[in-house]
């Protein structure tokens, strides 16, 4: 199912034309300062809706996958009690250890190895040892801390860390893109492979890249013979963008001399079809979409992938690829997308290391950014400045940290519990301001 390449003039719906955006780049401290990620944190990545995984990896009751971002540690599984497919942050309700061990597996009953206390595939405690007769001890109140969680129409599950109650539904988020994706046929592919690479750069260098093809031409040459780059556009939708570019086509049109009269005393000229080695990108024009903040989902004809952007950091980012292929694609079809995928995702990787060896310096500051070439970049970078600049205004007028993804007290013991958390605010207040200086 192809689509068709969009001309540069396309303005989404309820967005600014890129002409509009501050022509520079961030400030290059945005990219080094442990104190502007830390706040990231808060501004960003804890309301924010994230990609996870496909809800094809999920079978049966009990399947799960562990998951870790900024130091969140959660997992998700499929409920046997009603089938869906649901996150828990991966701490026990009694002393916080953690009640997933494992990347993955199989359980509809979810044992803490520290106490004994047991949940099951629904996040509800089913055993607490030596806690029956306690008195004031409700297991109904200690159930696993559950993660909003969206599964769209065609698999892709998306978490949400924010326990706020003005948490941005996921349909309003990402308003357009599940129409976006029926594009592709999302059921017609099964996993194939995951792998992962460790990067010493700050997450935004990586978006930086992906957001914009200014360097495909010179940096992906791989990618630059199978796609033709003259085409590639990056329109700025909802809190993400869509990637469009014609693909470089198998078989070509080629003029030549054949005899076509009687007895051979007239030739002219015809067209016929010249084929060409197979392009490792397929077919299919692509379907690929950056998800605010960093997430990817990239769909060619033989295979689609995701793309996690896990910030560790301000200047260290793991990058972990989940490949799907199409049901029944030949080993040698799949073998060839993979190295023609690992190429250019390996290219960018270099430049990442390299851009951010020089960000380190403290020389370069800020970067005039072109206004159509780079407007993919110009909408994100907005996007970042805005969210940060919103929460440090909440936090200046609050005169508290806040944290969205921190759980709210819900019992007596941990209500009993606010005085002592007071002195802890009270002594980090003494410790000095940890605002950043962002601009």
């Not at 949940?119 to 801390?145: C, I, M, R, W």
């Not at 040459?221 to 556009?233: K, W």
């Not at 190429?343 to 970067?367: H, S």
């Amino acid at each position: 199912m192809a689509s068709s390449p969009v001309t540069a003039n396309v303005q989404p719906v309820g967005e600014k034309p890129a002409e509009t955006l501050s022509e520079h780049t961030l400030p290059a401290r945005w990219w080094v300062s442990d104190s502007v990620f830390e706040f990231e944190k808060r501004a960003i990545f804890n309301k924010s809706w994230l990609f996870c995984t496909h809800s094809s990896r999920f079978e049966k009751p009990g399947d799960y996958y562990r998951f870790s971002f900024t130091g969140i540690s959660f997992f998700i599984i499929k409920s046997k009690v009603d089938g869906q497919i649901k996150a828990f942050h991966n701490v026990c309700r009694h002393r916080a250890f953690p009640v997933i061990r494992k990347d993955k597996g199989s359980s509809v009953v979810l044992g803490c190895k520290y106490h004994g206390w047991s949940y099951n595939s629904d996040g509800k405690l089913t055993k607490a040892p030596h806690f029956d007769q306690v008195e004031g001890f409700e297991k109904e109140q200690n159930s696993l801390f559950p993660i909003r969680t969206h599964v769209t129409r065609h698999g892709l599950v998306f978490v949400n860390f924010s326990n706020e109650k003005d948490v941005t539904p996921f349909e309003e988020w990402y308003e357009g893109l599940e129409s976006e994706m029926d594009a592709f046929d999302f059921s017609d592919y099964e996993y194939h492979m995951s792998y992962e690479l460790d990067g010493q750069f700050n997450w935004k260098t990586l978006i930086d890249g992906y957001q914009e093809c200014y360097h495909c031409p010179t940096a992906h040459p791989g990618l630059n013979s199978a796609f033709r780059m003259e085409t590639y556009d990056v329109v700025p939708k909802t809190r993400y963008c869509r990637h469009y570019a014609e693909i470089v086509r198998n078989d070509q049109d080629e003029t030549v001399e054949e005899e076509s009269s009687w007895m051979g005393f007239r030739k002219q000229k015809s067209r016929k079809k010249i084929s060409q080695k197979a392009n490792p990108g397929g077919d299919f024009d692509g379907l690929w979409v950056y998800l605010f903040p960093t997430n990817g989902v990239n769909c060619y004809s033989p295979a689609w992938y995701s793309i996690r952007v896990l910030p560790q950091s301000a200047t260290h980012t793991i990058l972990q690829y989940d490949i799907y292929t199409k049901k029944g694609l030949d080993e040698t079809t799949k073998t060839e997308f993979v190295d023609f995928l690992q190429k250019v995702e390996l290219e960018d990787f270099d430049l990442c290391q390299f851009t951010q060896r020089n960000l380190n310096q403290g020389i370069y500051t800020a970067g005039y950014l072109h206004p159509t070439k780079e407007r993919g970049v110009l909408y994100y970078q907005k996007l970042v400045g805005d969210m940060v600049q919103k929460h440090l205004e909440l936090e200046n007028k609050e005169k508290r940290q806040i944290n969205p993804a921190a759980v709210a007290p819900t019992n007596a013991a941990t209500n009993a519990a606010s005085k002592l958390e007071d002195i802890c605010s009270q002594i980090d207040c003494q410790g000095g301001n940890n605002t950043p200086e962002l601009w």
